[in-house]
């Protein structure tokens, strides 16, 4: 099987740097596997509830996470900040996956590449719902 080559920081819309932290690294001396996914979720998170205006906790809707998927190309670990990357893929009716990008402080190639599917739901029955239309004004400005 042919890797595919990491993403370039000109494949996204929006970066958010983070500090690591001592406790990233594994025994390995690298960032655990986990952490990847903490950063990446982070910052999705951020972007839900600042430009998309989500309400959290305590709005109508929520995003789920449905579905992930990660493909490490290089190493990442303390004490080196790491910049997250977000672009949308895929803005459906109730539904939008992300692409996220882990890059170590300044590299143009993605440590990671991350795939997050995400859900909209109602807060109460968390059953799926349509995206909010300003959630979906703010999303299609993350479009690819």
């Given at each position: ?16 740097r983070y ?28 972007w ?44 459906g ?15 143009d ?19 799926p719902?349509?995206?909010p ?8 400005e993350?479009?690819?």
């Open positions: 099987m042919q890797r595919r080559p990491p993403p370039t920081r000109a494949a996204f819309r929006r970066f958010v500090a690591t932290r001592w406790r990233d690294n594994d025994v390995y001396r690298h960032m655990n596997n986990a952490v990847f996914y903490e950063y990446a979720d982070s910052a999705v998170g951020s839900l509830i600042g430009p998309g205006g989500l309400a959290v906790p305590d709005g109508p809707v929520v995003c789920l996470v449905a579905e992930t998927a990660c493909t490490y190309h290089a190493s990442l670990g303390y004490p080196d900040p790491v910049d997250v990357g977000l672009v949308l893929d895929r803005l009716e109730r539904s939008m996956t992300w692409r996220i990008g882990l890059f170590r402080g300044d590299a190639a993605a440590a990671g590449d991350i795939r997050f599917v995400h859900v909209c739901v109602d807060a109460r029955t968390h059953r719902t349509t995206l239309e300003s959630l979906r004004r703010a999303a299609e993350m479009l690819a």
